[in-house]
């Protein structure tokens, strides 16, 4: 018992108690750090915007549409692409609004499917072949179409 009173030793608590001591002490360090950073990836995640099945709508400048034959080919066309909820032409106003599901579509998208039709949407000029077999009142004037003034 002289021991135990001498200073409040344990007897046999050598270099390798402490050695012991030394990897309790990192383990606490690694498992309190990754706790942490666990806490943190999920406290970053749950702030991100559930988007899915999100519907987005934009407007598309469409220069080239001139009628209702014009309006009436791409509202039907549009409507068969995947995504696309709704498509509304304004030929007067010459824009296409379109409603859709951003994670199955995209603008780009959608402006080559109007492109496909033979018409221009905003930076994509219309596909050549499909341009060629528009009706002469939905080609532009200069290409001897359109519709004549009263």
Not at 8 to 13: A, D, F, H, Q
Not at 57 to 68: D, F, G, K
Request: aromatic residues 6%; glycine residues 8%; charged residues 30%.
């Amino acid at each position: 018992m002289k021991h135990l009173l001498n200073g409040g030793k344990i007897p046999g608590t050598g270099k390798l108690f402490r050695i012991f001591e030394i990897k309790i002490d990192r383990m606490n360090k690694i498992l309190c750090l990754s706790l942490m950073l666990s806490c943190f990836l999920i406290t970053s995640r749950a702030q991100e915007p559930v988007r899915k099945g999100s519907v987005e709508t934009a407007t598309i400048s469409v220069p080239t549409v001139q009628c209702q034959e014009c309006k009436d080919r791409i509202e039907k066309y549009l409507t068969r692409e995947d995504g696309i909820q709704k498509v509304t032409v304004d030929y007067k106003r010459k824009t296409c609004k379109v409603t859709y599901f951003w994670d199955r579509t995209t603008i780009e998208n959608i402006k080559t499917a109007i492109a496909n039709t033979g018409y221009d949407a905003g930076d994509v000029t219309a596909d050549p072949e499909a341009y060629k077999k528009l009706p002469t009142c939905c080609k532009k004037p200069e290409d001897g179409g359109g519709h004549e003034k009263k």
